[in-house]
């Protein structure tokens, strides 16, 4: 052990030497997030250290998924869908938290790199045979809609330093939240340079009632659809019995 | 109170759901239809996939109709023997209208034709509904009026072309509990032209059912309702059956949700029924039917405030 003790003061010596060893940790407070049938939305709280303190953005993505839009337009004089556009991968769930606008932190380059801010999503159609300024229409009612679901948000100011090193946010995960696998990326910038960037895993999933009730109608669905309506046709006596005129 | 729902996967306000539930068991019990065409839109309003609105309104269309049935039932306001015959021709129409949903999605352009068709028909039936119910509501009163018997009104003026041909069809049939003696071909052929529109516009039959049944088909106003709800419980069951197997889109927590609501609404219409002339009664629905018309047209003709829609994701 004595060999080892100057090699330690040695190693700790070398970290605080140079603060430009940067570090970002994070942690959230539930590991993964359970949907019961009493599921209303949550909001999730999460911890983190940064040294050198700088500028925290965290950016939690949910599960990729293609997304068909159409959009109406005037026929002979009636207003009937005539045009549509399918999205490739576009996240179900996407929420930026950052501890001061994102504009201000770095460059637009920077951002369109690592997928941050609504504008610099890559939001691409399936077809390439689109005009640009149709894809752009389409993208642009994309974003507003999910955003309007609560599904996509971007909240400057939401990360706050609780002292030099350790910060912490809250997400807010709507009723509406898609389950699947989630990421939460955070990222540490200096000076408008990403210095340190991590990822952490999180799934959404159903347990419980709400769970078998999904399992037994994807596993035995005729026993489903046939218990489906042995449930009708018995809360349809029930109320006969219970509301019965003698 | 929020409630999950395990296979649209998103909460939804409970009490809401019960009180659409209730609302469309109202109208269902007064008039032998399904509602369904309330239901969808409102759920898909509340931000349910259209896929799992139109999949478990099915199972409530079963919750209601049955209470309904029930009820008429042991009011002898039911007759079995023509609701059987318009099933068989329900059936026989929904399969080919799948067939002739192909055929016109293979020419193209299936939503202009089915859409314009539907306003078309859904204003004509209840335009036609409207004028008649009012006319026979005026003569009534008239008639307490003047209290003499009118012979100009009870001398049917036009045993037409028309009243030839149908007593004419051949495989006639005698239908006691209506009190009627007419083809086998009546019915059915309603029952085909129902189960084509359910098909082909995708939407239920009950609002094309009960006008023919009153004014093709003559059944005595009272087993209007009983015997029409009577078919769409069959059917709706077959449908739930379908939705479950091929697109799993049957979430049994809404279904519960409006299931609740809609049997206390049902027994609520069922015993309203008694209280409405059969003329009130046809005159509201053809109110019902003209403004849902006129909703669809509103939709084809006024500019939409969003263009855009998400179908699917």
């Given at each position: ?216 109608s994807r596993n035995y669905s005729l026993l489903y659809g046939l218990c489906v309506i042995a449930i009708a046709l018995l809360s349809s006596f029930i109320a ?7 | ?59 409530q269309l079963i919750a209601s109709s049955s209470t309904s049935v029930i009820s008429h039932w042991k009011k002898r306001n039911i007759d079995f023997k023509m ?88 495989y006639k049939m005698s239908f006691p509990t209506s009190k009627l003696h007419i083809s086998a071909l009546l019915p059915l052929g309603v029952g085909v032209i ?120």
């Amino acid at each position: 052990m004595k060999h080892f003790l100057p090699l330690i003061v040695f190693i700790i010596g070398l970290c605080t030497a140079y603060p430009s060893q940067a570090e970002l940790t994070i942690d959230v407070s539930e590991p993964n997030l359970q949907i019961t049938t009493g599921f209303s939305g949550d909001t999730l709280t999460l911890f983190g250290t940064a040294s050198p303190k700088g500028d925290i953005v965290i950016l939690v993505k949910g599960p990729k998924n293609n997304t068909s839009i159409k959009r109406k337009g005037q026929i002979m004089g009636l207003w009937i869908s005539s045009d549509s556009m399918t999205f490739k991968n576009t996240y179900g769930y996407y929420n930026i938290a950052s501890s001061t606008p994102i504009g201000t932190i770095t460059d637009k380059q920077t951002l369109i790199h690592n997928n941050l801010g609504l504008n610099n999503l890559n939001i691409q159609p399936v077809s390439s045979k689109h005009p640009l300024e149709k894809v752009n229409r389409f993208r642009e009612y994309f974003i507003q809609n999910m955003q309007l679901k609560g599904l996509y948000s971007l909240t400057p100011d939401a990360v706050t330093y609780l002292n030099d090193t350790l910060f912490k946010t809250r997400i807010h995960m709507p009723p509406n939240v898609p389950l699947g696998q989630y990421h939460i990326d955070a990222f540490l910038f200096k000076d408008g340079v990403l210095i340190d960037k991590t990822t952490h895993p999180f799934t959404i999933k159903q347990i419980g009632l709400a769970a078998d009730i999904h399992y037994f109608s994807r596993n035995y669905s005729l026993l489903y659809g046939l218990c489906v309506i042995a449930i009708a046709l018995l809360s349809s006596f029930i109320a006969i019995l219970l509301l019965r005129r003698d | 109170m929020l409630v999950y729902l395990p296979i649209a996967e998103m909460a939804v306000n409970a009490p809401h759901i019960a009180l659409l539930g209730a609302v469309v068991g109202v109208i269902s019990g007064v008039f032998g239809i399904g509602g369904g065409f309330l239901t969808t839109p409102f759920l898909i309003f509340m931000g349910i996939p259209p896929a799992i609105a139109v999949g478990t309104q099915s199972s409530q269309l079963i919750a209601s109709s049955s209470t309904s049935v029930i009820s008429h039932w042991k009011k002898r306001n039911i007759d079995f023997k023509m609701a059987g015959i318009m099933l068989v021709g329900g059936l026989i129409g929904t399969i080919s209208g799948i067939f002739i949903f192909k055929l016109l999605q293979y020419f193209g352009k299936v939503d202009v034709i089915i859409s314009v068709l539907y306003v078309i028909f859904l204003c004509g039936i209840g335009g036609m509904m409207l004028s008649e119910s009012i006319t026979t509501i005026i003569q009534t009163r008239r008639r307490n009026l003047s209290d003499t018997n009118n012979d100009e009104n009870t001398a049917q003026p036009q045993i037409s072309k028309w009243e030839e041909w149908r007593r004419n069809l051949p495989y006639k049939m005698s239908f006691p509990t209506s009190k009627l003696h007419i083809s086998a071909l009546l019915p059915l052929g309603v029952g085909v032209i129902g189960g084509l529109m359910v098909s082909v516009m995708g939407i239920g039959a009950g609002f094309l059912l009960v006008p023919a049944m009153i004014y093709f088909l003559r059944v005595p106003p009272l087993l209007v309702a009983g015997t029409s709800l009577a078919q769409i419980m069959v059917t709706s069951a077959f449908a739930c059956i379908l939705h479950a197997v091929t697109n799993q889109t049957v979430d049994l927590i809404l279904a519960l949700l409006l299931i609740s609501g809609s049997v206390i609404g049902a027994q609520i219409g069922v015993r309203l029924s008694q209280f409405i002339k059969g003329s009130s009664a046809r005159l509201l629905l053809s109110l019902i039917i003209l403004m849902v018309g006129l909703k669809l047209a509103g939709g084809l003709f006024i500019p939409p405030d969003n263009l855009y829609s998400i179908i699917s994701d």
